[in-house]
């Protein structure tokens, strides 16, 4: 048996059936096509935007950091750990779910909390600076990682697109149609045969 060919009796009732089938299989196509091409553009889209939020978290979590070292020298290290144990959070992050042509990712909503006051003695001024700092640079990770996932999902989406358009295109269709042409020629050889017997039985004369 032909690997090209789908092991079915080649029938006139088959080769209709196979016809529909080759004719959803390529509106099947052609529909995936037009995914993966949307999904190509969303995704040089998103990759625009992931390197411009990757930036902006690089340059806030340096600034978040050099005020960090400026406070944990003026204040010590242990002091900046008692005033961390008591310090609220300073972000409320909402998590739901978003939907780009099928694919499923989270939208992270994000929103700073207002800084409480610190009652502990010996604080230092830029300690409000540090919090307000860090608060910044967790904000832009939040951003960063909706921007990430985005990205990550939109690329795996596509890449499997384009493996559902390349097995239609270049291996499941063209089994169907290499299995047509063979049933057409069966179809076809037992046609003349037919004919020809018919010939032998009415004789010369006719």
């Known amino acids: 048996m032909n690997r090209d060919l789908l092991r079915i009796p080649p029938t006139k009732n088959t080769l209709l059936s196979l016809r529909k089938q080759v004719k959803f299989l390529e509106d099947g196509r052609e529909l995936l ?27 806030a979590v340096k600034e978040a950091y050099q005020w960090l070292s400026i406070t944990s020298l003026r204040m010590g290290s242990r002091a900046l750990q008692q005033v961390g144990l008591g310090v609220a959070p300073g972000l409320r992050v909402r998590i739901i779910p978003k939907h780009s042509l099928g694919v499923e990712y989270p939208a ?20 409000d600076a540090t919090r307000s700092k860090m ?49 057409e020629s069966i179809l076809e050889e037992e046609e003349r045969n037919t004919l020809f017997q018919i010939q032998v039985l009415r004789g010369p004369d006719h």
């Not at 992270?108 to 300690?127: F, N, R, W």
């Not at 499997?160 to 097995?167: D, F, I």
């Open 135 to 183: 608060t910044e640079a967790a904000l832009q990770l939040t951003r960063l990682g909706e921007a990430e996932t985005a990205l990550g999902r939109l690329m795996s989406e596509q890449k499997k697109a384009r493996k559902q358009v390349n097995a239609l295109k270049y291996n499941i269709i063209p089994r169907y149609r290499n299995t047509i042409a063979h049933i």
């Open 33 to 59: 096509e037009r995914k993966r091409e949307l999904l190509t553009r969303l995704v040089y889209q998103r990759i625009g935007e992931y390197r411009r939020q990757r930036q902006l978290t690089r340059e």
């Open 108 to 127: 992270i909503s994000a929103e700073k909390i207002p800084m409480q006051p610190v009652g502990l003695l010996g604080t230092d001024a830029s300690l």
